[in-house]
């Protein structure tokens, strides 16, 4: 496959499908969902090991300053304030409005591999329920593994000693696992969104390209993002007290473009396959 090939066949796939107005409506509905979602995600751990909450809500420190400010105190006051009947509730409402930005993703990516007929509505929501919890647990491995880790580590020396090699393959884990669950997790959203109609057969392999750069991508551009931000953003004195929320529709803003350019990624990658184009150079 050329990457001039590859070029023209993803710009005439992002000119079909409305991308940017796309990223737009799924920031929408991701903005709803990311409240109940870390409140659950506290309450959860609230429950298995209280005292690692506070490492979480440094963990966020990734994101836009801006950003956390507006999370910080919503969350700090919820660990406080954490018990069964709030778990409960934060459950249902992340698993609601969590599914429904991702049914909509669903459908995008369904689109980008040509399918025009949806699942049923009983398959969509189950699917909608299930890539939710999906992705919920994807961040609660990216979370442990840094704030777990140490104990899992310390546990691990009790066992077998403290040896050079055993640190250098646990920091190696640490963070390389986080990355093949998030990876693993959008080929199989990439994989499951389109429906039977879709005539060519499409695999997890065919999914891994654009699950590699969507899980790729997420974490430069948030970095990239965040530095942007903190450095030479000036929402602040653009926006005044909603600087905040701008910085936070812009971040899922791009999430968003970036899981959608991932589908698109993949269904290039099948159709040029299919059309006897794909050559690995």
Not at 81 to 107: C, D, E, H, Q, Y
Not at 114 to 132: D, E, I, M, N
Not at 178 to 204: E, G, Q
């Amino acid at each position: 496959m050329t990457i001039k090939i590859f070029l023209k066949a993803m710009i005439e796939k992002v000119q079909q499908n409305d991308l940017f107005n796309i990223g737009a409506m799924l920031a929408y509905y991701l903005l709803f969902s990311i409240f109940p979602f870390l409140i659950f995600l506290l309450n959860i751990v609230g429950l298995i090991a209280a005292e690692y909450q506070q490492d979480i809500l440094e963990l966020l420190q990734v994101l836009p300053k801006n950003v956390v400010e507006i999370i910080n105190p919503i969350l700090t006051s919820m660990i406080h304030s954490s018990s069964g009947t709030l778990l409960s509730v934060s459950l249902l409402v992340a698993l609601w409005a969590g599914s429904k930005g991702i049914i909509k993703l669903m459908g995008e990516v369904s689109r980008a591999f040509g399918s025009t007929k949806p699942h049923s509505f009983l398959v969509t929501r189950a699917l909608g329920l299930l890539f939710t919890l999906a992705l919920s647990a994807m961040m609660v491995v990216l979370v442990s593994a840094n704030v777990f880790g140490d104990i899992i580590y310390h546990y691990v020396v009790s066992l077998v000693g403290e040896k050079e090699l055993l640190v250098e393959v646990f920091h190696l884990l640490r963070g390389i696992v986080p990355f093949l669950v998030m990876v693993i997790i959008f080929a199989l959203l990439y994989r499951f969104s389109p429906s039977a109609d879709v005539k060519r057969k499409i695999t997890i392999i065919d999914m891994l390209p654009g699950a590699l750069f969507t899980s790729v991508s997420w974490v430069v551009i948030t970095n990239a993002f965040s530095f942007y931000v903190n450095n030479f953003g000036r929402y602040d004195a653009t926006y005044g007290s909603l600087g905040g929320i701008i910085v936070l529709l812009l971040w899922l803003y791009l999430s968003s473009i970036v899981m959608v350019l991932g589908a698109y990624v993949s269904s290039v990658y099948v159709d040029l396959k299919e059309q006897d184009k794909l050559e690995i150079k």
